[in-house]
């Protein structure tokens, strides 16, 4: 997950990072979180909608009461292959959680709860890059810019 442009000193505090994030968990294609073994919550975390799957497992909008903050939360599948599955999420988890990159999410915790293994990362808001490059018409120095700030945030890992 990587913002584009990074922040920058001169931002104020919590300025809304909408407009400046193009790879992030959230999308305006955000589907409600659909009832599954999951429920309504894993952990202390409670899941507010699911932000995107893959192929390991599911994204989701989370809140974390203990922090007081919402976040994103990666939870591998059921049918997730044993313990292969769970050393790489926590190899992506250890390799992110060694950056710290304006370009790269910030990893909270890894952790299992009601046998699910899961990792909390800081949650940005905005849209994705396929959705940023369809919801207007963008030119060519605003695309390369942003290819640019992926390339930095995937290079730094």
Known sequence: MVRYPPPV?????????????VTAPGSSSVRPLPADALGTSL????????LGEGGMG???????????????LKVLRVAAPGIEAKDRLLREA?????L??????????????????????????????ADWLRSEKRRSVEIVAAFLAAGRG????
């Open 9 to 21: 000193a001169s931002d104020p505090p919590g300025k809304d990072e909408l407009g400046r994030t």
């Open 43 to 50: 952990g202390r975390y409670r899941l507010e909608r699911e």
């Open 58 to 72: 599911v994204v989701h909008a989370a809140f974390d009461p203990d922090l007081e903050r919402r976040i994103a």
């Open 94 to 98: 250890r390799a992110m959680a060694r």
């Open 100 to 129: 710290s990159h304006p370009n790269v999410v910030t990893v909270h915790e890894v952790g299992t709860a009601h046998g699910r293994d899961y990792v909390a990362m800081e949650l940005i808001q905005g849209e994705t890059l």
């Open 154 to 157: 995937l290079a730094a890992a």
